[in-house]
Structures are given as C-alpha cells and as structure tokens.
C-alpha cells in the first residue's frame, strides 16, 4: 500500500503563488506516475497535471498550462505543484493520486481519476479577488 500527504494549502490573493508537496510512503516502488487533481463545491473532480516518476515526463490541463508546475524528488518520494497567478477559479481542494504499475487501470489515461489507485486527504487552496 502508499499513503500519500498532501500539505501547502491555504488562503492567497489572485495573482499569488502557492506551493503544494505530496509526501508518499509505503510501497512507492509500484508507483508508475504521480498526478494533481482539484474539486471545487458542486463541481466534479478534475485533472490538473501529472508527472511520470522515471523520466519526469509533464501533462498539464489547458486552465493551467503555463501558470502551475508540477516536479518531483524520487530521493525523498515528494511531489510538488507549484501555483502562481492564482485566479479565484482555482480555489478547490486539491488532491494528490499516485497509479499502480501493477494495476490493469494504468492503460487508462492519465488524467482520469479512475487510473489511480492511491489518493491522499486533500487540501484546500483558496483564492480571494
């Protein structure tokens, strides 16, 4: 199993920066790729990047391209999301998913939530205007 925690949410202005980590543990040598998604209220959930964990290969969503990045620290088995020109759109809770190479479900693409198996708790990321 992988347990993954997420930290670096909170409140900023729009046009601010944010910096979200993901700390995973456990069987992380299962894990094939590492993604962001965010859940705003009423909203379903939705893909915000994702990261391969051997060669660091980047997918990002088109609201986000260009203003967040998302890294990786296999040493130490963090992820991070780098946030800036936050817009009150971006306000969610955002979550961390790591994938199974195991798993059946890694054919699946990589931004649909169904793909992984490993989620961590969330943290809110709140944009004011």
């Known amino acids: 199993q992988v347990q993954l925690v997420e930290s670096g949410g909170g409140l900023v202005q729009a046009g601010g920066s944010l910096r979200l980590s993901c700390a995973a543990s456990?069987?992380?040598?299962?894990?094939?790729?590492m993604a962001w998604f965010r859940q705003a209220p009423g909203k379903e959930r939705e893909f915000v990047a994702s990261?391969?964990?051997?060669?660091?290969?980047?997918y990002y969503a088109d609201s986000v391209k260009g203003r967040f990045t998302i890294s990786r620290d296999n040493a130490n088995n963090i992820v991070y999301l780098r946030m800036d020109s936050l817009k009150p759109d971006d306000t969610a809770v955002y979550y961390c998913?790591?994938?199974?190479?195991?798993?059946?479900?890694?054919?699946?693409?990589?931004?649909?939530?169904?793909?992984?198996?490993?989620w961590g708790q969330g943290t809110q990321v709140t944009v004011s205007s």
């Open positions: 998913a790591g994938d199974d190479a195991r798993s059946s479900k890694i054919t699946e693409s990589n931004d649909y939530p169904s793909r992984y198996d490993y």
């Open positions: 456990g069987r992380t040598l299962t894990i094939y790729s």
């Open positions: 990261i391969t964990k051997s060669v660091g290969r980047t």
